[in-house]
């Protein structure tokens, strides 16, 4: 790999001898400045030894220095450069591929992507979960749209969703978008799946995690009765007997690659899928956190009782070798024993989730892992598949495209699940294989093929026939590299920071804020190892030991800089500098806004570049205002000290794909570029001009429908709108 970093003092100069000018008339003379130039050898020599171990300390062997624009640092600056990169794919960026560019203004969020237009549990789990940590407006708000999608269709036992299903009360979906909802898995053998078992759980991790993160009183009011009620939807399922939890065909969480029970009568029934505990215990977990926050400890002991009890049941899908099985017949019968004559695979998705959640403690983390590193079958193109060898107990044909090995659902890949992964290795501190999964997906990214699922076995992309791909489990591993670093365990009272700082990196800086609440939180660690010193913003910080760092909400300040020492290494006397001051935009009729020439070249006729048939010309949709008037809207809320609004950063990521059209420009008139077939490059350059259209009309439906709102902020926020629009 190429890698580009600035080095601040790899070389030293060198250091030469001073002359003397040496007498020979005296022999006393000569030897007394023979002794004088002995003496100021010996002296330079000790001082280029300081010199070059005060160097070493700073620069061990081997280190560079890294100045990225998300990252900084020192040591192994390919990895750096890969955090940094990794950070680039969720701002918009001239050469890569950005989250934004999967923004639908049909519900002012996120999108699955332009051949998948709805919001899924199953593809939104890793990624999203990964990345909330460092979302910030306008993604906290387009995330929570995506989300809503299912909690406006929450089963209530009495609305029928898509094929006539009524999803009991409690049940979130598959997948929905503001007209339709699909309470089970809508692939495959439909008529004997499950409700959405694991998608529930999964849905309730999400939502909590974003409401504990936020901590916003009226949005924690407004969710928390509709998350009790999907736990109570889960409970349902379980067998007091042995505190499993019981789920028929795809009612697992990638479905629907679990087929449930095959009786021998030839009918399909539940069995006790290890999945669904898993992920129940992981919303439980921070189900409760939410209970405590709100101040229901009545609420908050249920729910640990009834997560202490999911536990128990864990020893019953769990092999001697330490890791989880798949599933279990109320016969007996295990599915995902490794070696085992029937049912003999190793199934990954319930294994490394258990990792990543910490369901798993230490002990067995490492048990797991060990199974997993010692199956390379399970990971050939350095990314992870659904199981190894193929699944002998789905209810399909194997032998069909779909269902065969190493194409879907039966050993695909997968990028939701290997960002949970990615965090197992980073919780492990198997950092070279957190690196190989970034640079495996970056590979797609360079390409403008962030596809999902990844077929061959991770190699290729599930829809190679369209110019370009864009499905947003792709973010996953990006996002896990980056929550990865420092985990983020958040709790009703405190975050907890679990510093995973890969080895050869001297010291980090990670330069945008980390939400807790209202506060923003930026990190940087010096050295490696063990935690030995915390400072926040110059002070000492006491709370901490030699795994983690503990953040008490009450006593972290409204912006902390957090500089954490590690193997006794040395903090700065200085922080870094994390100004978030934001440049105004020009004013309208600045050359700035002026994109013409870019959008003439992804509309102009081209025969096999319009996608449409014949080489018709082919226009962007329609803009509802000059993109002028959302910076001058941008700059007008900064002058009234709304810059962090919704709406201003809303604003600002729309002109912000206006640099980026330059920047692409003219990288590619230098040829510093990665220029694509003809087909796709003109899909991936008009996808620049498209996703900043959408962001912009999204965002005047929005502010125009605040009028006589009542709501003191968006009235504020409008009457701004409106005179911006007259001026």
Not at 634 to 651: D, F, I, K, P
Request: hydrophobic fraction near 40%; glycine fraction near 8%.
């Amino acid at each position: 790999m190429n890698v580009e970093c600035k080095s601040k003092s790899d070389r030293i100069a060198p250091v030469g001898r001073i002359p003397h000018n040496v007498s020979y008339g005296c022999q006393g003379t000569y030897l007394s400045e023979r002794l004088e130039e002995s003496f100021m050898r010996s002296l330079y020599a000790f001082v280029i030894l300081l010199f070059l171990a005060a160097l070493a300390h700073a620069h061990p062997a081997g280190a560079q220095a890294f100045e990225g624009r998300y990252f900084s640092g020192e040591g192994d600056a390919e990895y750096l450069q890969l955090l940094d990169t990794a950070a680039r794919l969720f701002h918009p960026d001239p050469e890569y591929q950005n989250i934004s560019m999967l923004y639908t203004p049909v519900w002012n969020g996120f999108v699955e992507g332009p051949t998948w237009g709805a919001w899924w549990i199953q593809n939104s789990y890793g990624p999203t979960y990964c990345s909330l940590p460092f979302f910030v407006e306008p993604y906290t708000t387009f995330v929570q749209n995506a989300q809503d999608l299912w909690f406006s269709h929450i089963g209530d036992g009495k609305t029928v969703g898509e094929k006539g299903w009524v999803g009991p009360d409690g049940c979130l979906c598959d997948a929905a978008a503001p007209t339709l909802v699909y309470y089970k898995q809508g692939d495959g053998r439909i008529d004997i799946h499950d409700w959405g078992m694991e998608f529930t759980a999964a849905g309730v991790v999400m939502q909590s995690e974003l409401l504990l993160i936020s901590r916003d009183p009226d949005a924690i009011r407004h969710y928390l009765p509709l998350l009790e009620r999907s736990a109570n939807f889960i409970e349902t399922r379980r067998d007091p007997s042995n505190n499993l939890f019981l789920a028929g065909a795809a009612g697992n969480l990638l479905a629907p690659s679990y087929a449930g029970w095959h009786k021998p009568d030839g009918t399909y029934d539940k069995a006790y899928l290890t999945g669904l505990s898993v992920t129940y215990i992981a919303a439980l977990d921070r189900l409760i956190e939410l209970e405590k926050l709100a101040g229901n400890t009545d609420k908050a002991a249920l729910y640990t009782e009834r997560r202490e009890l999911a536990k128990q049941g864990l020893p019953l899908l769990t092999t001697e070798e330490g890791y989880f099985i798949k599933s279990m017949d109320p016969d007996g019968t295990k599915h995902g024993v490794y070696g085992s004559e029937k049912h003999g695979y190793f199934d990954a998705v319930c294994n490394h989730d258990a990792i990543a959640f910490r369901v798993a403690d230490d002990a067995q983390a490492r048990r797991i892992y060990e199974k997993i590193a010692s199956l390379p079958g399970l990971r050939p193109h350095g990314v992870i598949i659904t199981n190894y060898p193929g699944l002998d107990d789905t209810y399909a044909n194997t032998e069909e495209w779909l269902w065969s090995f190493g194409t879907w659902v039966n050993g695909g890949h997968w990028t939701t699940c290997e960002a949970r992964m990615v965090l197992g290795y980073y919780r492990l501190g198997q950092y070279d294989d957190a690196r190989r999964s970034m640079e495996h997906i970056l590979g797609f990214a360079r390409q403008f093929r962030m596809d999902n699922p990844l077929v061959e076995f991770g190699a290729q992309p599930y829809q190679p026939k369209e110019p370009i791909n864009c499905v947003y489990d792709n973010w996953g591993t990006p996002a896990a590299m980056i929550r990865g670093l420092f985990e983020y365990l958040y709790r009703a009272d405190a975050l907890t920071l679990l510093p995973h700082i890969p080895a050869g990196i001297t010291r980090l800086e990670q330069r945008f804020p980390i939400r807790f609440g209202t506060k923003r939180l930026f990190l940087s660690t010096h050295g490696n190892g063990p935690v030995t010193a915390v400072r926040v913003n110059n002070e000492p910080w006491e709370w901490f030991d030699g795994e983690s760092i503990t953040l008490p909400y009450d006593r972290v300040p409204q912006l902390a800089v957090i500089q954490i020492a590690l193997g006794g290494a040395a903090l700065p006397e200085q922080a870094m500098n994390v100004e978030e001051q934001q440049e105004p935009f020009p004013e309208a009729g600045d050359s700035f806004w002026d994109i013409s020439s870019f959008i003439a070249a992804t509309t102009e006729t081209s025969s096999g570049c319009s996608g449409e048939e014949g080489g018709k010309q082919t226009h962007l949709p329609v803009l509802q205002v000059p993109f002028a008037q959302l910076g001058m809207f941008y700059n007008r809320l900064a002058e009234a000290g709304l810059a962090s609004c919704y709406e201003a950063r809303h604003a600002r990521l729309a002109c912000a794909y206006m640099n980026a059209i330059h920047t692409r420009a003219k990288m590619k008139s230098e040829d510093k570029i990665n220029m694509l077939p003809e087909v796709s490059q003109y899909a991936a350059d008009r996808s620049y001009v498209e996703t900043a259209v959408k962001l912009a009309d999204g965002l005047v439906q929005t502010v125009t429908a605040y009028e006589g709102s009542g709501d003191p902020h968006k009235e504020k926020v409008f009457a701004i709108w409106k005179n911006v629009g007259k001026s």
